[in-house]
């Protein structure tokens, strides 16, 4: 019989106390009410760990680096456990033959009651002959593994869209999971960044093994608890964006003062992802807090868009045909109507 999360907990020596604790930080990590820690509680009680495959294809596991690292107790102490992880060719001890048989005997002895996770993606041209996985073309792997699992994730920008490995001429054909033949049909989450944030990783696991079904989805096939803002929305330089107050040029007078990195070609207007919330290293900070412009890099073809630096040029503000440089010229009429208007 395979443990259950709370058997595992237990036997790690992790009290009642702390358990329904991490139970109430779960609950608030995916934006729910406190009345769904008990539900969460139960699930955690009662359900046996789901195996998981984790596959990696062409990427630079970076999402790998980025899911360890989580400052949420999920991925503390406990994610590892909270999985039954039985392959992931990156962290596994076994290896070899050895290693690969694992992929077989979960796809048979789990029969859709396994998750599979993707790391980067598959290129088709030359018959998969760009990434060998075992002796086998990886995706001769991925297609395998997929047919009998029960969800699909889509581990960062490189399985969700293809990411770099994709960009123009792309002359390996690097395919995003969803593209992949036969796999169109399949429940697949995308979890979209390079990386994607640790704490959205071990949410979206979190939600999966506690709710035995897939969180709602936009259009896109994004968690909509993650994705459904713009970075951009919720910046903290926004108001000097509203207010026309943008850096010029790098380490100007502006940029040491904070104001907004638009001009320098901030993607966040168009990007939508939790860095601006959630933010990253246990909440620590995020690009655009460290002096950077967001770069859109959970957007679908951000390598083919222009440089990172590349302005956009079609954003309006206060929801007018109005652009950046028009902005202040905007607000300075506006100020000086209004003390005409008091004198």
Same mark, same amino acid.
């Given at each position: 019989?395979?443990? %259950?999360?709370?058997? #595992?907990? /237990?036997?790690?020596? @992790?009290? /009642? ?12 990590? &995916?934006? +729910? ?15 046996? /760990? ?20 989580? $400052? ?43 998750? +599979? ?15 060998? @996985?075992? $002796? ?5 792997? +991925? ?9 699909? @994730? ?12 994709? !960009?123009?001429?792309?002359? %390996? ?26 704490? #959205?990783?071990? !949410? #979206?696991?979190?939600? &999966?093994?506690?709710?035995?079904? +897939? ?21 903290? /330089? ?16 502006? !940029? ?13 207007? %168009? ?73």
């Amino acid at each position: 019989m395979i443990e %259950t999360f709370y058997d #595992v907990m /237990r036997r790690q020596g @992790i009290t /009642r106390r702390s358990f329904l604790k991490f139970c109430s930080l779960t609950a608030a990590s &995916l934006g +729910l009410s406190p009345a769904f820690a008990p539900k969460i509680a139960h699930a955690m009680e009662t359900k046996p /760990r789901i195996p998981v495959l984790w596959l990696h294809g062409l990427e630079c596991t970076c999402c790998s680096e980025s899911f360890i690292r989580s $400052g949420h107790p999920l991925a503390k102490d406990v994610i590892l456990s909270m999985l039954s992880l039985d392959y992931d060719d990156t962290i596994m001890a076994a290896a070899g033959h050895n290693a690969e048989a694992i992929v077989t005997e979960i796809v048979e002895k789990y029969k859709g009651n396994y998750i +599979l996770a993707v790391e980067g993606n598959p290129p088709l041209a030359e018959d998969g002959m760009y990434c060998i @996985i075992g $002796g086998k073309p990886f995706v001769e792997q +991925l297609k395998y593994a997929a047919e009998s699992c029960k969800a699909i @994730i889509s581990w960062g920008s490189c399985a969700s869209w293809g990411c770099v490995q994709a !960009a123009k001429p792309n002359p %390996t054909r690097a395919t995003p999971v969803h593209k992949v033949p036969g796999l169109a049909d399949k429940p697949i989450i995308k979890v979209p960044g390079c990386p994607p944030i640790a704490e #959205v990783m071990t !949410a #979206v696991v979190a939600y &999966l093994l506690t709710f035995d079904k +897939l969180p709602t989805l936009d259009k896109q096939g994004r968690p909509q608890m993650f994705y459904s803002q713009r970075i951009h929305d919720k910046c903290y /330089r926004r108001p000097h964006f509203d207010a026309g107050q943008f850096v010029e040029q790098w380490d100007d007078e502006a !940029a040491r003062m904070g104001h907004c990195l638009y001009k320098m070609g901030c993607k966040g207007p %168009t990007t939508y992802n939790a860095c601006s919330t959630v933010k990253w290293n246990e909440g620590t900070s995020f690009p655009i807090q460290a002096g950077h412009g967001c770069i859109g890099c959970s957007e679908d073809g951000f390598w083919d868009k222009g440089s990172f630096y590349e302005r956009l040029t079609d954003i309006n503000q206060f929801g007018i045909e109005a652009n950046a440089d028009a902005v202040g010229g905007t607000a300075a009429a506006v100020v000086g109507a209004g003390i005409a208007a008091h004198a």
